[in-house]
């Protein structure tokens, strides 16, 4: 297993263009989660999935931003009319099974810069 | 979950030991203690968790005292490559378990 694998690792885009993000957890991780982190700032969570659902969804996520994961594996998220602010490293973490206390491991993110 | 509070920065000379404090003073009975950590261009990495009890792993050693309202990250011998931010998060085991970042503590480790 290779880990929680993102793709693209960058993104340049223009404002008001969408952009869509992959992220691929690792196998058998039912719950996956979606951050965002800005400069010098520690990551602030977005939303978070149990295999196919999505349970929770941050104020920080505005109806231009929506996510995905159609059979609990992969998920996406995509950001509709980028604006600059929208500039952050989106990062992606999964972990493997419900309740208890396990660790999330996440993936080396992507980093989107709106021009 | 309890908020935490940590040092902005901290310096290590490699070799030595590096002691990163939190505080925790609201932590409540149902919430651990974890530590993680952000080397520069990539994703946080878990480090350690505990409840009450010190624990130890091949990475560090988290000692929480008995009254749970602070904590210390322990990295026995500090190399380079431990330069990082490390984040302390308090977290319940609750449905989303999503973590909670603060602003963490910038360890620089010098030769």
């Known amino acids: 297993d290779t880990g929680v694998s993102q793709d693209p690792r960058h993104k340049i885009t223009k404002r008001g263009q969408n952009v869509t993000f992959r992220c691929d957890p690792i196998?058998?991780?039912?719950?996956l989660y979606w951050y965002r982190q800005t400069l010098g700032q520690g990551p602030e969570f977005l939303t978070y999935?149990?295999?196919?659902?999505?349970?929770?969804k941050s104020r920080l996520l505005s109806n231009r931003f929506s996510a995905e994961r159609p059979k609990g594996s992969f998920s996406t998220l995509e950001i509709q009319r980028t604006e600059q602010g929208d500039s952050a490293m989106y990062l992606c973490?999964?972990?493997?099974?419900?309740?208890?206390?396990?660790?999330?491991?996440f993936g080396q993110g992507t980093r989107l810069t709106v021009v | 979950d309890a908020k935490t509070t940590q040092p902005p920065s901290m310096d290590c000379a490699e070799g030595r030991a590096a002691n990163l404090p939190c505080n925790h003073s609201?932590?409540?009975?149902?919430?651990?203690v974890y530590w993680y950590r952000q080397i520069h261009s990539q994703g946080p990495q878990y480090i350690i968790h505990?409840?009450?009890n010190n624990e130890t792993n091949e990475m560090a050693s988290l000692i929480i005292t008995e009254d749970r309202k602070s904590s210390t990250l322990i990295l026995p011998h500090a190399t380079l490559r431990d330069t990082a931010v490390y984040y302390c998060i308090v977290r319940a085991v609750g449905a989303g378990n999503m973590l909670t970042f603060g602003g963490g503590t910038r360890l620089m480790v010098k030769p």
């Open positions: 973490a999964s972990s493997p099974r419900q309740g208890g206390n396990t660790e999330a491991f």
């Open positions: 505990g409840l009450k």
């Open positions: 196998s058998e991780h039912n719950r």
């Open positions: 999935f149990q295999n196919e659902a999505q349970l929770e």
């Open positions: 609201t932590i409540s009975g149902n919430e651990y």
